[in-house]
């Protein structure tokens, strides 16, 4: 049933022409300049701090985010914001030590870093690597979920036509190029918070409401950490004997402490600081710039669950008190993925517009970010490399929107019938867990790349394909293979009576072992590696600003904790 008016739709036509329009014009005032591939990829020099901030944060916070982490609010509770707390320290770490081993060595792909500090094997297995994983895991998923949420608003029966014009309009400002896409992620970014607080707003009143306390949000904020207290814990204790089946599944997926140790680093830091998708947006800018932005990132990343998790834990009130009955799935179950959408039901005409392009622009900003990046790796490191050496960069650029084009396609193809199962696994746990596959060993790999000198290609070779069979090994054999309890984890039933390990410990002892095995190899080789990078201590110096914003988000961190440990 389409729950949106004619209001709703101006509100939201007014935001498709506003962000074209600005895209249009950033595009024409390029044009007066001769396009080349930097700028086009990495719209090198032109991004102000704000705007890499900002762009930061429109492609990191999409469908996953808002469907998804929201979902993960329903179900797991405030436990699931450790993925956006932490990205703000993985920000901090990335701003201080990682960007400036790129920028003084002139990076402006990931498959180039690993060319530069191993050698060509690496930078092409990663390459492929990056590629199947950005169109199969994140540029489907992310249109998959966005796709689910409109549909919900508009009817079910959009579903497809939905997912054309979100690859159209993702299209349309990809085509541009980085300069166009950092530049409307800021138009995007805040809608997409002045949109996502109107609906925490909301959610928080409808729970008020709920509990006869009229319409205060802050006495709603109180009426849900009351009713639901087992959503307000950021750590779940380890399940014993008689723990509920659903206490284990909430376990498998964020595993208490445990994550802490290594899991929940690496995710984060292999996204932040590994992640061609994510870097690209301060690979063009100076060093000062690309710190500012990324640290300004990390300070808006603390208050995103207000906006992509609340909803979710609002929605778990409401349901588990007997609201949102109209807005169940068929079947007579609140989806988690659907939960979102559930609260966006209960906006008044015209807010309902505003929140739909909240969603859209978030939707938008991931696919576009992240099909400028498909196309980045496979022109830069694949297509000039490998199958025209001699492009000019005219050709570059053309073979760079071809890519885009036949990675939306795909991404379609995958979406259609939902080929993957993004829907069953569940949004945010699907790109969660099917990146870590590959998570371990890039991060080994980057990580010793940057600051062990003597670290050597065979060793990074070794490195990724170990990474991805460690965690393949963990993820699906070792229960079966080794029992359920050994020193290294424990292995829990999961809802289909399966033995699994958490996936985040999985990945954890992946990297370790990965690590291991490469420093063991790197041993064998010189005591330093030609082709190691010059780490001068001078390029982790900060400026008292980005000193200041450092101790900012650590203290404000630390409250958090503090309160909801």
């Not at 999409?62 to 509770?77: D, L, P, R, V």
């Not at 590959?438 to 003597?454: D, T």
Request: include cysteine; hydrophobic fraction near 55%; charged fraction near 10%.
């Amino acid at each position: 049933m389409n729950q949106l008016n004619q209001t709703d739709y101006i509100i939201f036509f007014l935001y498709f022409i506003g962000v074209s329009s600005y895209g249009y014009w950033i595009y024409k005032q390029k044009q007066k300049t001769k396009l080349d591939t930097k700028d086009f990829f990495l719209a090198e020099g032109s991004l102000t701090w704000w705007a890499i901030g900002a762009s930061l944060i429109a492609s990191n916070i999409s469908a996953e985010q808002f469907i998804g982490m929201s979902g993960n609010g329903f179900t797991f509770g405030i436990a699931v914001a450790a993925y956006e707390w932490l990205a703000a320290v993985a920000l901090i770490i990335v701003a201080i030590w990682f960007i400036p081993i790129y920028l003084k060595n002139h990076i402006y792909t990931m498959p180039q870093f690993l060319k530069t500090r191993y050698n060509e094997t690496v930078s092409l297995i990663m390459a492929v690597f990056w590629l199947f994983l950005y169109v199969f895991v994140n540029l489907t998923s992310i249109l998959f979920l966005g796709a689910l949420a409109i549909s919900t608003l508009v009817g079910a029966d959009y579903f497809h036509p939905i997912v054309i014009g979100l690859s159209i309009f993702a299209l349309i400002i990809t085509l541009g190029g980085m300069k166009v896409i950092g530049y409307t992620d800021v138009i995007q970014v805040v809608v997409l918070i002045i949109g996502g607080l109107v609906t925490s707003y909301i959610a928080l009143t409808l729970v008020s409401q709920k509990f006869g306390l009229g319409n205060d949000v802050i006495a709603g904020f109180g009426a849900m950490m009351n009713d639901a207290e087992d959503h307000f814990h950021l750590i779940f204790p380890k399940p014993g004997p008689d723990t509920p089946q659903v206490e284990v599944n909430k376990y498998l997926t964020v595993p208490g402490i445990t994550m802490y140790f290594a899991g929940q680093w690496i995710v984060n830091l292999n996204y932040w600081g590994c992640n061609q998708y994510i870097t690209q947006r301060a690979l063009g800018a100076d060093l000062k710039t690309a710190r500012t932005g990324i640290l300004f990132a990390a300070m808006i990343k603390l208050f995103m669950p207000l906006i992509v998790m609340l909803p979710g834990i609002a929605a778990y009130v409401l349901y588990k008190n007997g609201g949102l009955q109209n807005e169940m799935a068929p079947g007579g179950k609140l989806l988690a993925d659907n939960a979102y959408s559930a609260i966006l039901s209960f906006l008044p005409n015209g807010l309902k517009g505003l929140s739909m392009a909240a969603l859209t622009a978030a939707i938008v900003a991931s696919l576009a970010g992240k099909a400028n990046s498909i196309s980045t790796i496979f022109t830069l490191d694949i297509y000039h490399k490998y199958i025209k050496k001699d492009a000019s960069e005219k050709q570059l650029v053309w073979a760079g929107r071809i890519t885009i084009f036949v990675a939306m396609l795909l991404s379609i193809a995958l979406t259609w019938k939902d080929t993957l199962g993004v829907g069953s696994e569940g949004g945010f746990t699907f790109i969660q867990k099917y990146t870590g596959y590959l998570s371990p060993g890039i991060f080994a790999v980057f990580l010793l790349g940057f600051f062990w000198k003597r670290t050597t290609g065979a060793a990074a070779v070794v490195g990724i394909l170990l990474g991805f069979a460690l965690t393949t090994l963990f993820n699906n054999f070792a229960p079966a293979l080794f029992g359920h309890e050994t020193i290294l984890y424990t292995a829990f039933k999961n809802a289909e009576g399966v033995y699994e390990i958490p996936f985040l410990v999985a990945m954890g002892w992946a990297f370790v072992f990965t690590l291991l095995a490469m420093v063991l190899i790197s041993l064998a080789g010189p005591a330093i590696n030609p082709k190691s990078f010059e780490v001068d201590s001078t390029m982790f110096k900060l400026a008292p600003s980005a000193t200041a914003m450092v101790t900012v988000i650590m203290l404000i961190l630390t409250v958090l904790y503090i309160r909801f440990w």
